[in-house]
């Protein structure tokens, strides 16, 4: 009902209704992005991208889901998108400074850590954000929405318009691929 | 090498390492930073459109564009009163000839 009256709000241009969406949903969509993007500054432009655009296309939200399963659909595809350029970026950097057209100089960014593990897992995690990022997308986007934004089964499955089965499914093999990802890199290790 | 034990403890403790993890904070004045993101953006569009305008081939365009629907317009006014003087001729003419029954039959 609180929710109803919210998306009304917001449908009415209310400032007061946006400004309550933002204090409410602000960390939520920083989060989600941040687990995806890996970078402080680029989680936070992707979060102000995700509310430009619930701003924009409030019309559109028919109310079939909770807002707040809409918002993780908007930050997980801009987040998604906003990684893929990044990508690509990188990709053109390398085969343009092959030719010598590109004399920027490459750097890899630092490990990931994320703010809120706690001390004793700040190593471990950094590694394990490593091999998250090798995931195919659907089973990263499972496995993030469960472990940092501790989303149930079912939850994620009206996020990624999927079956609880299928959520099942990518967490599974989301678990497979990363103990395969870490018994190489502990292995090698030495 | 790791034994197989030491393995399979540091995979398990690696995979676990995000359980208790808490949520990252947006950081402070995240609000005032988006409100002054959205306002440059409306500002940047309007200015695109007047940018848009100001270029000469547009310019021109719109004013040709203006010239030609009100000469449409004034010959749609001129023409006006002759229409209606025809259709007046030719009610005349019916009324005249007796025509304006809608059956040959009926008198």
């Known amino acids: 009902m609180v929710e109803q009256l919210l998306v009304e709000a917001l449908k009415n241009r209310q400032q007061s209704a946006f400004a309550a969406l933002v204090t409410d949903f602000q960390h939520m969509v920083f989060n989600t992005a941040l687990g995806i993007i890996h970078n402080r500054e680029e989680a936070e432009d992707v979060a102000q991208e995700v509310f430009i655009q619930v701003y924009e296309s409030i019309n559109q939200f028919k109310g079939d889901s909770k807002l707040s399963t809409w918002l993780y659909r908007i930050t997980i595809t801009k987040a998604l998108d906003w990684q893929r350029r990044k990508q690509r970026k990188k990709r053109f950097a390398v085969v343009t400074s092959l030719f010598g057209i590109n004399n920027e100089v490459l750097i890899d960014p630092p490990d990931f850590i994320h703010p809120g593990v706690t001390m004793e897992n700040k190593e471990r995690s950094a590694i394990l954000f490593k091999a998250i990022d090798k995931l195919p997308e659907n089973q990263k986007v499972a496995f993030l929405l469960i472990k940092i934004e501790d989303q149930t089964y079912q939850e994620v499955a009206d996020i990624m318009g999927a079956s609880v089965g299928a959520v099942e499914s990518y967490m599974h093999r989301a678990r497979q691929n990363l103990r395969k990802m870490l018994e190489d890199f502990y292995t090698n290790e030495q | ?107």
């Not at chain 2, 002054?36 to 547009?58: D, I």
């Not at chain 2, 259709?87 to 809608?102: K, R």
Request: proline share 4%.
């Open chain 2, 1 to 107: 090498m790791k034994t197989d034990d030491k393995l399979k403890q540091d995979i398990e403790a690696t995979l676990n390492s995000l359980d208790k993890v808490s949520r990252a904070e947006a950081p402070p004045y995240f609000y005032t930073r988006l409100l002054s993101r959205m306002e440059r953006k409306r500002v940047s569009a309007l200015s695109r459109v007047l940018q848009l305008l100001s270029r000469p081939v547009v310019g021109i365009s719109v004013l040709v564009l203006f010239l030609v629907l009100n000469v449409v317009a004034i010959r749609g006014i001129m023409s006006a009163p002759k229409a209606q003087g025809q259709a007046s001729d030719a009610q005349s003419f019916a009324t005249e000839y007796n025509l304006n029954t809608t059956s040959v039959y009926s008198n």
